[in-house]
């Protein structure tokens, strides 16, 4: 019985560390590493990557 149940502790800390890392084990990028993959991809001028830079560095 109390085999049972460390099994089934052990299922919803795996689904739980699954959830937050997500199905390939990465952990999610914030928001500064995403402002800089836009940058490099042309997607954002120079100006607008400061800007927001900034602004998220003040929140």
Do not use: C, H, Y
């Amino acid at each position: 019985m109390w085999l049972f149940w460390i099994l089934v502790i052990l299922a919803l800390v795996w689904l739980g560390a699954t959830f937050v890392r997500g199905p390939s084990g990465q952990t999610s990028k914030s928001a500064i590493e995403i402002l800089d993959e836009g940058f490099a991809r042309g997607k954002i001028d120079r100006g607008e990557l400061e800007n927001t830079s900034e602004a998220l560095r003040r929140a």
